[in-house]
Structure formats: structure tokens, C-alpha cells
């Protein structure tokens, strides 16, 4: 049974910085593109960044230069790194393994006020 876990999210100060993490057990972790997926309140779920097995990432536009997807296939972990954080980026981040199948972590509320 595949299973995800994160760890990190938080309040924190319009600028400051925070990292997510996602623990892959229960299958190859190089077997899966990872994803992370932001929730506002009232909002539809959206991709944020993803990053394929051999580490290419891919950024939605918003976040582009501020937020780092990095993976370390030794540890089976996916990373999110979040930079120059803005109110607008207040959601619950959920990561994402998919190949032929698609799993999801529970969810990291984070919370961007001063």
C-alpha cells in the first residue's frame, strides 16, 4: 500500500520561507512524477509544482522563482521549498506520486499573515 506523508507546513511572516516534505513508502519512489497541489479556501485544487522522476521540475506561474521542487530518491522524500511567501499563498499543500496510478499525502496547512 502505497502511502504518502508530509511534514513542515506552518505559520509564517509575509517574506519568510518554509520547506514541506513528502515521505513515499510501500512502492519505488522512482516509479512516480511528484506533484504538489495547493487548496485556498473556496478555491479549486491546483498544481504548484511538479518534478518528473529524473528531476526535471515544472512551476505554475505565480510561484515561479520563489518555490523550489527538489527530490532525493535515496530518501524517498519530495521537497517544496517556499520562498518570499505572500498571504495569497495561505492553503493546504498536498503531495502527489502518480504514474498509473494516483496518491495523494493528507494535506499541510500553510498560513502566510502577519
Known amino acids: 500500500q502505497v502511502q504518502l506523508v508530509e511534514s513542515g507546513g506552518g505559520l509564517v511572516q509575509p517574506g519568510g520561507s518554509l520547506r514541506l516534505s513528502c515521505v513515499v513508502s510501500?512502492?519505488?519512489?522512482?516509479?512516480?512524477?511528484m506533484g504538489w497541489y495547493r487548496q485556498a479556501p473556496g478555491k479549486q485544487r491546483e498544481l504548484v509544482a511538479s518534478?518528473?522522476?529524473?528531476?526535471?521540475?515544472n512551476y505554475e506561474d505565480s510561484v515561479r522563482g520563489r518555490f523550489t521542487i527538489s527530490r532525493d530518491n535515496a530518501k524517498a522524500t519530495a521537497y517544496l521549498q517556499m520562498n518570499s511567501l505572500k498571504p495569497e499563498d495561505t492553503a493546504v499543500y498536498y503531495c502527489?506520486?502518480?504514474?498509473?496510478?494516483?496518491?495523494w499525502g493528507q494535506g499541510a496547512q500553510v498560513t502566510v499573515s502577519s
Open positions: 510501500g512502492s519505488p519512489f522512482t516509479w512516480y512524477h
Open positions: 518534478i518528473s522522476p529524473g528531476g526535471t521540475p
Open positions: 502527489n506520486a502518480n504514474n498509473r496510478h494516483t496518491y
